[in-house]
């Protein structure tokens, strides 16, 4: 028997269910605009799938007047600077003396049950488990979007707008045409090796460490939990490193033993290899089809930018459509693509930075480059200043962006208030 095919009706089409897609259906709702969100994973997979953990001070904002930040208060931990370290030497940048400005350590798992949590209150439509999903009729002002449901149902969905926030290999990015968008893009030849572990972590503030075995990072979940990455070679084996390893791996790199400090180890949970990209699809428009998120740029991991990012895109999204939908005024919606992609660029040339400057490549001339500019950075107030504001993050003009559609997103130039840090 043939599936039945059911016909729904929207005003925005989300695809995927990740934070991009999350948020946007929250704070287009904040703005009593009606989404459906289609998602290929389950919800639990999305919920517990283990990423990003740092939030720049204007994400934090962003969550908050949208109503999403209770727990992220909480449970969160506002980290004033981080360690910036290679052999023999330990340096704390204090981002909030630096750049008056903090992040906050709270995993994408944590986010995205906030926000689902948040949605499900609200009553959003959700579809989880689907598959074979598609774009349609894009440069009609009745776009459509059909995939097949959970249970084998065929439908079809249509709507004023879609949202590609279906990140890297979803299909909003693919239906794009070639001809009709440029792409810039980068592969490192190194990976990131990343573990969750049962552990204390061994240090208040992140450590980034240069090494000439390799780069290592210390981060953390929570007062008991630890996240760690190391570099390693792609296409690396995870069998190849078993735990005993990747301890002892962590112990040398992040310089267990050196002026007493000790790096506490525990019971490995998660285990997982990440390549590491930069890529960058203009412009993040095709006809209806807006792209947020992952499905428009890729970062890698070096300098937490990627959560930010979607964040950014979708806060600029809802207050275009809003303008768009609400008040047939589309000035937003034709400078979203290049509004965003002014924060993109500052975030992937970041994030660049950080992994070059970070990775040892094995060669002695780029070993030495790397020494003389971590020097520079923790040592000279710009230097420091300048990581310290891009980490950050660029100020948001104000805390709810989405909604005042007459004014220009500022950019680096409106200041958030000084905050102080809490114990
Ligand atoms: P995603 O989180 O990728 O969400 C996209 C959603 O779309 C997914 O749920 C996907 O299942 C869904 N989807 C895909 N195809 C379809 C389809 N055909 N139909 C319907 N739905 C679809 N950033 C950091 O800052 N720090 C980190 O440590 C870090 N670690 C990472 C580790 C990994 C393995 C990856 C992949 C990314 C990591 N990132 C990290 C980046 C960060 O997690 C992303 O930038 C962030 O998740 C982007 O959110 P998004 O909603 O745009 O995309
Ligand atoms: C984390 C990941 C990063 O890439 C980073 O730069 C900082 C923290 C993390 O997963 O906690």
Redesign the pocket.
């Known amino acids: 028997m043939l599936p039945l095919t059911d016909r729904m009706r929207t005003e925005v089409a989300i695809i995927g269910a990740g934070p991009a897609g999350l948020l946007l259906s929250h704070l287009l709702a904040l703005e009593g605009i009606e989404s459906v969100v289609v998602e290929t994973r389950s919800r639990e997979y999305v919920e517990s799938r283990i990423r ?3 939030l720049e001070s204007s994400t934090v904002a962003l969550l908050e007047a949208a109503g999403v930040g209770e727990r992220l208060r909480a449970v969160g931990e506002e980290h004033c600077g981080i360690y910036l370290q290679w052999p023999g030497e330990r340096h704390h940048l204090d981002f909030l003396g630096l750049a008056g400005r903090t992040v906050w350590m709270y995993g994408q798992t944590e986010l995205t049950r906030d926000l689902g949590r948040a949605r499900d209150a609200a009553g959003q439509r959700f579809y989880y488990g689907v598959s074979a999903t598609a774009v349609h009729d894009l440069h009609s002002d009745r776009p459509y979007v059909t995939f097949q449901a959970f249970d084998g149902r065929e439908v079809r969905l249509d709507a004023d707008v879609i949202a590609g926030c279906d990140g890297a290999h979803g299909p909003s990015r693919a239906a794009v045409p070639v001809t009709a968008r440029q792409v810039w893009e980068r592969t490192y030849p190194y990976s990131w090796l990343g573990i969750l572990a049962d552990a204390a972590p061994s240090t208040d503030h ?1 450590i980034y460490a240069w090494h000439p075995d390799g780069f290592a ?1 210390h ?1 953390m979940r929570s007062r008991t939990v630890s ?1 760690l ?1 190391l570099q390693v070679e792609p296409g690396t084996d995870i069998a190849d490193w078993p735990d005993d390893r990747i301890w002892e791996a962590l112990a040398t790199r992040l310089g267990h033993g050196q002026d007493g400090w000790k790096l506490i180890t525990g019971r490995i949970t998660e285990k997982s290899v990440l390549p590491m990209r930069s890529y960058v699809m203009a412009p993040m428009r095709h006809g209806r089809l807006f792209l947020a998120g992952d499905a428009a740029h890729t970062v890698p ?4 930018k990627g959560l930010n990012l979607a964040a950014a895109d979708v806060a600029l999204l809802a207050r275009a459509l809003t303008a768009m939908l609400r008040e047939h005024d589309s000035r937003l919606a034709d400078a979203y693509s290049d509004t965003a992609l002014r924060r993109v660029w500052r975030s992937t040339h970041f994030s660049w930075w950080m992994t070059t400057m970070m990775h040892s490549t094995g060669d002695p001339f780029d070993a030495q480059l790397q020494l003389t500019q971590l020097d520079w950075v923790a040592n000279s107030t710009a230097g420091a200043t300048g990581l310290a504001e891009n980490y950050t993050g660029p100020p948001s003009a104000r805390a709810e962006p989405w909604s005042r559609p007459d004014d220009t997103p500022a950019f680096g130039r409106v200041a958030l208030p000084r905050l102080t840090c809490s114990p």
Do not use: K, N, Q
């Open positions: 990003a953990g740092i992140l990072l981060s996240r990455y991991p070096t300098g937490a």
